[in-house]
Every structure is written in structure tokens, then in C-alpha cells.
T-cell receptor
Framework: ETGVTQTPRHLVMGMTNKKSLKCEQHLGHNAMYWYKQSAKKPLELMFVYNFKEQTENNSVPSRFSPECPNSSHLFLHLHTLQPEDSALYLC???????????????FGPGTRLTVL | AQTVTQSQPEMSVQEAETVTLSCTYDTSESDYYLFWYKQPPSRQMILVIRQEAYKQQNATENRFSVNFQKAAKSFSLKISDSQLGDAAMYFCAYRRGNQFYFGTGTSLTVIP
């Protein structure tokens, strides 16, 4: 399989559940990202990892917990979410975060999350 | 704070015609990168074109070109000879360091 894959593609969970989103990239990249995409709002960058190290956490609530065990895998652990957290969660990867390059981000298909 | 504004929520274009999507951004930096991404319905987002702010020459990729006006902080996308496959949501994006900012998108309809 090539590119960036995400599982599950759809997830419905209650506010007390714990679930995890998974992202895997087969591109040999070293930077990975989580984004939240809500209707009528800009894509929001949540977390950035570079060579497995978290470099950015854009004031994301602690009910979202990222994990990057290696450069190919990225997880987003979810617990006690709120209905307003319902959105499309996109994973992306790029070569790395070296400065001086306009590296392309490759996006996965997203996980459509609904919080009841 | 950096923000990206796409003032056209929806646009339409006749097949084979040309359309321009607008994007403005707010920054106090001089070194940054700009991108246009395309998200077709129910499909993955893909890069259309990119521009380094230090380059004065406008980027082009086949039928896609940009008009980069650094002083005006404007980065519009021109699609020439529009095709049915160009129908998608188009997002303008700004990168500075490890931060990426996207606009709200413009939904482009191509009329046969």
C-alpha cells in the first residue's frame, strides 16, 4: 500500500469512550501531522512530529493525546470527547521540517469522527 | 497571528474557461511558503502548486499558475482551460517554520 492511510475511516463514539485513530505513511517521510477539519472553518493544525519528536502542540485540549512510536506511524488517542470535537481528522506527512524547503504535505483520507 | 483568507466560498467556471481563486494572508515575516491544495469530493487532499516567498517569479504547473504579490500579501490561483476534474475544494495555505495555516477553502464547480 502506498501513500498515507488512516483507520478507521469513520468512528462514532460516546463522550465517555476511549478510542484511537491511526495513521501510517509509506513514503519514507520523517514529519507527520494531525489536522482537524470542520465545516466552514480553516483546517486546524493540532500536532506536529519530526523524527518522532513532537515539535508543535497548538493549544489542543488534553482529551486529545498524540503518539508517534516511529516515523511511519502516528496515533491520536481520544478520551472524554465533546460533541464539538466531531470533525474530519486528517493525517499528513512530509519529508521533514528542515528549513529552506517548501516541502509538500501528503494527506490521508481522514477519519470522520462523530461524538454523541 | 498569521491568518489566511479566502473570500470566495464558492466559484464556478465553464469548462475550458479560466478562473482565478483569491487568497490573502497576514504575516509580518519575510521568509515563508505558500501553497494551494485541492480536495476533490471524498478524495484526499493533494498539492496543486507551491511558492517560496523569496522567489519573485510566479510558480506555474501546467494549467495552474499563481499571481504572488508579496507586498499586498496576495496569492491567487489561476486555472486555465478548466476541466471537469478540476471540480474540488481549493485551500490556500501558508507555512512559516513548523506552523501551517489554511484558509476556509473555495468550492469550485466546473460547468460542462
Amino acid at each position: 500500500e502506498t501513500g498515507v492511510t488512516q483507520t478507521p475511516r469513520h468512528l462514532v463514539m460516546g463522550m465517555t469512550n476511549k478510542k484511537s485513530l491511526k495513521c501510517e505513511q509509506h513514503l519514507g517521510h520523517n514529519a507527520m501531522y494531525w489536522y482537524k477539519q470542520s465545516a466552514k472553518k480553516p483546517l486546524e493544525l493540532m500536532f506536529v512530529y519530526n523524527f518522532k519528536e513532537q515539535t508543535e502542540n497548538n493549544s489542543v485540549p488534553s482529551r486529545f493525546s498524540p503518539e508517534c512510536p516511529n516515523s511511519s506511524h502516528l496515533f491520536l488517542h481520544l478520551h472524554t470527547l465533546q460533541p464539538e470535537d466531531s470533525a474530519l481528522y486528517l493525517c499528513a506527512s512530509s519529508q521533514d521540517l528542515a528549513s529552506g524547503r517548501a516541502d509538500e504535505q501528503f494527506f490521508g483520507p481522514g477519519t470522520r469522527l462523530t461524538v454523541l | 497571528a498569521q491568518t489566511v483568507t479566502q473570500s470566495q466560498p464558492e466559484m464556478s467556471v465553464q469548462e475550458a474557461e479560466t478562473v482565478t481563486l483569491s487568497c490573502t494572508y497576514d504575516t509580518s515575516e519575510s521568509d515563508y511558503y505558500l501553497f494551494w491544495y485541492k480536495q476533490p469530493p471524498s478524495r484526499q487532499m493533494i498539492l496543486v502548486i507551491r511558492q517560496e516567498a523569496y522567489k519573485q517569479q510566479n510558480a506555474t504547473e501546467n494549467r495552474f499558475s499563481v499571481n504572488f504579490q508579496k507586498a499586498a500579501k496576495s496569492f491567487s490561483l489561476k486555472i486555465s482551460d478548466s476541466q471537469l476534474g478540476d471540480a474540488a475544494m481549493y485551500f490556500c495555505a501558508y507555512r512559516r517554520g513548523n506552523q501551517f495555516y489554511f484558509g476556509t477553502g473555495t468550492s469550485l464547480t466546473v460547468i460542462p
